[in-house]
Structures are given as structure tokens and as C-alpha cells.
């Protein structure tokens, strides 16, 4: 009979434990930090945005008012540099993307039998981190300079023109994006890579299936978080990067993205609530485009 009642409140599911007031003491930090450090700043700039200038104010004086014409006048104005900004973050995501799955691939599959190698290759990827992003630009700089060796070759070669320049241009922007943000690209898709169980390819080539449709059909598809992880980590960055397009770096006059418009309206013209009008319409485009980017690799999990 003991053992009876003994099994029969053993059987019985037991009921859930109440969060004691320990949890959330636990949890408030973290949410104060949030709110002091994101939803503050945030609060901010969006009411920034809807600033008007003051009536009888200098340059740069404004009032708080809901002057929504403000989002309206920055399309208007800015619309090229809104598409330029996406446009050379695909372009450059794609790119890294190319070049980086290659890469991650042999370090985390083919490079598995010689763990040295790995590591090795593994701390090559991780080495540019080292430097200064700042640094590594303005190296590329004067690398790809009329003056260097590299440019003056290709124009010896007559594989340039004489007259022609390569810093200033779309694609030595779209070049400093993608060397900038391959490693972005490059660890998710080792992380992935690397945890790939090499037994689905082995079954894949039993089933008769050439090489390509086992990495089509199997390969990929297992490696999707870390192509979405890593895709988000380069668009995000590379739509609102503003060093690599700067006339001080790669870019020039017409390769303008919106991180140099916002920072000149910041720093240069004080028109802040133009600069905070873009850098809402900037995150908004974000967020709808990795919503739609999750959702139609079907990820949802990762956000």
C-alpha cells in the first residue's frame, strides 16, 4: 500500500514553480541597462526628428514640434544616396558571401583531419580584428592610389586606362565593404560548418547523387542558419557604413552612402533633424528587409 501511494504522487505531474521576486530582482539590470542605453537614445532621436528650427534661433537652434515633413524632405532629397547605401550592401554582402563560403567550408570540413591547420586558418580570419577597422581602409587606400605599384602595373599592362582611378569609385567601395566585413561572413558559416555531420554526405553519394546535388540538396540547406547569421551580420553593418564610402577613404563625391549624409548633417550642416529623419528611415529599412530576409529563408528561430 506504501508503494502504492508512493507511485501514485510520483505519477502526479507536479505543479510550476512561481518566479520569486529573486528572478526579476536578477533581470533588472539588464532591463534598466535596455532602456538607459536603447529605448533612451532611441526616444530621443526619433523626437529630434520631428524638430523644427526655431522661430528666432541661429543656425543649428531647434524646438521640439511633430514636423513630419521632415521624413518627406530627406526622401526627396537624399532618395540616390537611400539606394546607393542598399545597393552596395548586397552587392558586397553577395560578394563576401562567395568568397567567405569556400573558405568557411574547407576550415570547418575539409581541414578537420589536421587540427593545426584549422586553428591556423581559423586565427587568419580572426586577425584583421586586430587592426583598426580605420587603419585597414586607409591602407587599401594606398594600395589602390594612382601612385602605387598595384595601379601603376595595371596601367602598364594596359589592363587600366591612363587616365583611369580606382579610389573614388563604386567599385573600390563595394571592394573595401566586402574585404571590411568577410570575416563577419566567414565565422557564422564556420560555426556551422564545423558541427556538420559528415554522415548525411556520405549518405547523399550512396544514394547515387553527384557532388553538386548532395551540396545542393544537403550541404546548403544544413548550413542555412550560418548563411543567414552571416548574412545579417554584413548587410546590417555595410548599409550603414560610412568609412569606406568617405572621400577621406575609398569613396568620392558620386559613391556618397547615407552614413556620410548623416554625418554631415550631424557634424557639418547641424541640421539634426534631417540627420535623425535618416537614421530612423535607416533602421526601419533594415528591419523590414531582415524581416522579410528571415521570413522567406524560413529562419524565424533566429530572431
Known amino acids: 500500500m506504501a508503494f502504492a501511494a508512493f507511485a501514485t504522487t510520483e505519477a502526479q505531474p507536479q505543479a510550476p514553480r512561481r518566479r520569486g521576486p529573486i528572478a526579476l530582482l536578477l533581470l533588472l539590470p539588464g532591463i534598466l541597462y535596455l532602456l538607459l542605453f536603447f529605448l533612451t537614445p532611441l526616444v530621443s532621436l526619433l523626437l529630434t526628428s520631428l524638430q523644427q528650427p526655431a522661430e528666432f534661433g541661429d543656425i543649428g537652434q531647434y524646438e521640439y514640434a511633430f514636423n513630419w515633413q521632415n521624413y518627406v524632405d530627406v526622401v526627396e532629397l537624399y532618395w540616390p544616396h537611400i539606394v546607393r547605401s542598399f545597393g552596395y550592401a548586397l552587392i558586397a554582402t553577395v560578394l563576401a558571401l562567395v568568397i567567405s563560403y569556400p573558405l568557411a567550408y574547407f576550415i570547418g570540413v575539409k581541414a578537420r583531419r589536421w587540427p593545426l591547420v584549422q586553428s591556423i586558418m581559423l586565427i587568419l580570419v580572426i586577425a584583421p580584428f586586430f587592426i583598426s577597422f580605420l587603419l585597414r581602409t586607409l591602407a587599401w587606400k ?117 552614413g556620410n549624409v548623416i554625418e554631415a548633417n550631424f557634424l557639418v550642416l547641424l541640421n539634426y533633424p534631417a540627420a535623425a529623419a535618416l537614421s530612423i528611415i535607416l533602421m526601419a529599412a533594415i528591419l523590414v528587409l531582415v524581416g522579410v530576409y528571415v521570413k522567406r529563408s524560413g529562419t524565424e528561430d533566429l530572431l
Open 142 to 258: 594606398q594600395l589602390l592610389s594612382d601612385e602605387s605599384f598595384i595601379i601603376t602595373s595595371l596601367k602598364a599592362l594596359s589592363l587600366l586606362a591612363p587616365d583611369a582611378h580606382f579610389t573614388g569609385t563604386p567599385f573600390a567601395v563595394i571592394f573595401g565593404l566586402t574585404y571590411n566585413f568577410i570575416p563577419f561572413m566567414t565565422l557564422p558559416l564556420y560555426t556551422t560548418l564545423e558541427r556538420l555531420d559528415l554522415r548525411y554526405l556520405e549518405a547523399g553519394s550512396d544514394l547515387y547523387a553527384s557532388p553538386f546535388h548532395v551540396f545542393r540538396k544537403v550541404t546548403i540547406p544544413l548550413s542555412m542558419p550560418g548563411i543567414v547569421a552571416g548574412t545579417l551580420l554584413t548587410f546590417i553593418p555595410a548599409a550603414g557604413d560610412y568609412v569606406n564610402a568617405s572621400r577621406d577613404f575609398l569613396g568620392g563625391p558620386d559613391t556618397q552612402m547615407m
